[in-house]
């Protein structure tokens, strides 16, 4: 994960560590090649800027370039700003209400079906009782695949086939969730190729009868700035509460998982990072950034 972002800013930060004492202009090539690692590693172009100013900023002060130890403390500059970038500290899922409404959204590919089981895992293990509800209708094997995973994990899957509307299949789940006693319900919502604005006014539509304590947009980190556009689509029409980020565990490079919340200002709260059912974790961007900076 981001090998070549970290092994170009490991490089960066040798020869300064190396430098003992450094001058503005030290600091100015310094920040030029992690502009350039960044903008490799295929991170929004605005974010970069802002982010490079922001620590030329902080690194250019007296007191940093008369420090005894310059190099290092330009690198904590780098690491806090990385960690800011990435949304500061991990975010929790919130539930206001019982049960707990989790909407899933993303287009298709992106990993949706797959993370509403992870979900339901998750939460099954803190003894909770999730109910899972199968409203892709579009792709042909999407309710089969989730009715597939709800057995594996002991999770019921509430289906109405894929005669009805999502929006109903939705509003019925979760009536269906209350009356039996679930504290979580998980909509596995259909994704398209594309967005268009059938797909929009449906998901609308689910907002509106489900009020969701959580609307998550689910996003392929390995997309990179398609995955950055994409959050910012979904979050101007749905007002999306966080971002889940899948397939961190491939070759990626690390644009979406440094761009996405300055660009969209919502966080990503949880990253998939693997194909199996337990391959989930909560995404904290402390650890991330040291572990972008070696
Ligand atoms: P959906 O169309 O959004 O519901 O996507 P699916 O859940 O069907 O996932 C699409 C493909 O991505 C499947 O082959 C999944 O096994 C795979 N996938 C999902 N999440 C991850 C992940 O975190 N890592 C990897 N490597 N593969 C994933």
Aim: hydrophobic residues 40%; aromatic residues 4%; contains cysteine.
């Amino acid at each position: 994960m981001f090998q070549n972002l970290s092994d170009r800013l490991q490089d960066v930060f040798k020869k300064l560590k190396g430098k003992g004492k450094l001058t503005e202009s030290d600091i100015k090539e310094a920040m030029r090649e992690v502009r350039i690692a960044l903008l490799e590693a295929d991170v929004n172009f605005q974010v970069v800027k802002d982010f490079i100013n922001k620590v030329r900023e902080k690194s250019v002060g007296q007191e940093i370039l008369q420090s005894l130890t310059p190099g290092q403390q330009v690198i904590k500059i780098v690491r806090d700003e990385l960690q800011e970038l990435m949304g500061g500290t991990k975010s929790e899922l919130v539930f206001k209400k019982t049960p707990g409404v989790v909407m899933l959204v993303g287009l298709q590919g992106a990993g949706k079906t797959t993370m509403a089981a992870k979900l339901a895992l998750r939460y099954k293990k803190k003894n909770k009782k999730p109910l899972l509800v199968a409203a892709d209708i579009y792709r042909p094997a999407a309710i089969k695949q989730l009715q597939v995973l709800g057995e594996q994990l002991g999770v019921e899957v509430f289906t109405m086939g894929d005669k009805n509307s999502p929006v109903d299949i939705c509003k019925l789940g979760l009536e269906h969730a209350k009356k039996n006693g679930y504290d979580l319900v998980i909509f596995d919502t259909a994704g398209r190729l594309h967005i268009d604005e059938r797909l929009m006014d449906e998901l609308e539509g689910i907002v509106k009868v489900a009020n969701p304590d959580e609307i998550l947009l689910v996003v392929d980190a390995m997309t990179g700035q398609d995955a950055v556009n994409v959050a910012k689509s979904f979050n101007e029409k749905l007002d999306i509460t966080g971002v889940i980020l899948t397939k961190l565990d491939g070759d990626t490079r690390g644009g979406a998982a440094l761009s996405i919340k300055a660009v969209t200002g919502k966080p990503i709260k949880l990253v998939g990072i693997g194909e199996k059912i337990e391959d989930l974790d909560v995404f904290h961007p402390d650890r991330m950034a040291s572990r972008i900076l070696g």
